[in-house]
């Protein structure tokens, strides 16, 4: 078996190493994006409620909208432990406002779905040994991602237009 | 060979996850429907979930970053030293973003 067959199936050498390179350029650009999004969704800053916060926009909420007053009421949604930052919608608004911010998790939602599809590629160059089934699926696996992206992109988008 | 495996399934594991996590997004379309769906993801279980979470990301971003220096032309007879740096800085990491993600749920409710 030579090395050209080994390959096929997962593009030109042209074609892989322009992966390989982004697969590099996205990874750097993951740490920093995901670094960011990490403080900002999963650390308790200003960027999420506190518990008393999160209990004033409930109690605003259930008064103004008898959909969350049955939410609340059966316990879908639930009021903070003390300490606890909670990710809420108006706080998620008040960010994704900003023109900046939407640009942000966009391009976090594009880096993370090359760099991870990139990677899958890899994992199925080495898997499936057939090349007409490799390059099946590596087409499956881009129109997921396509998929996925537009998804995405229109979640990301569709916050404050209601 | 462990650090190759290891990164592989932690990237596999990671594009799983990612594709949950923006399917999960479309609740941003109503804000009642946000506010039920991040309910979920507040209990016990899933905090645990988001810890391990945590662990698996930091986990192959460090090696990744590995990985990187040493296809700059780090000397690849220093790979243990700087794979045992990695799992240094996933430890740091892993404490310093996850204890503050479990404190209410596990550690708050120990203290007097």
Known sequence: MNRQHDFQGVGSARSRALGWMMQRITGVALVLFLGLHFWVQHMPTGFLATAEEYSEILRRLGETSPEFADAIAEGKIREALPGEHVITYEKVLERLRTPLWKLINIMLLLFSLVHGMLGVVNVLGDYIRHSFLRKAAVSCGWTAVLFLAAQGIASIMAVGMN | ?112
């Open chain 2, 1 to 112: 060979m462990g650090a190759w495996l290891l990164h592989r399934l932690s990237g596999l594991f990671l594009v799983l996850y990612l594709v949950f996590h923006i399917n999960g997004l479309r609740a941003l379309s109503d804000p009642s429907e946000f506010e039920v769906y991040i309910t979920v993801f507040r209990s016990p279980l899933f905090k645990i979930a988001e810890f391990m979470l945590l662990i698996v990301a930091a986990f192959h971003a460090f090696n990744g970053m590995r990985i990187l220096i040493q296809d700059m032309g780090f000397r690849s007879d220093r790979q243990r030293v700087l794979f045992y740096g990695v799992l240094a800085l996933t430890i740091i990491v892993v404490l310093a973003g996850g204890v503050p993600i479990i404190f209410p749920y596990f550690i708050a409710p120990l203290l007097p």
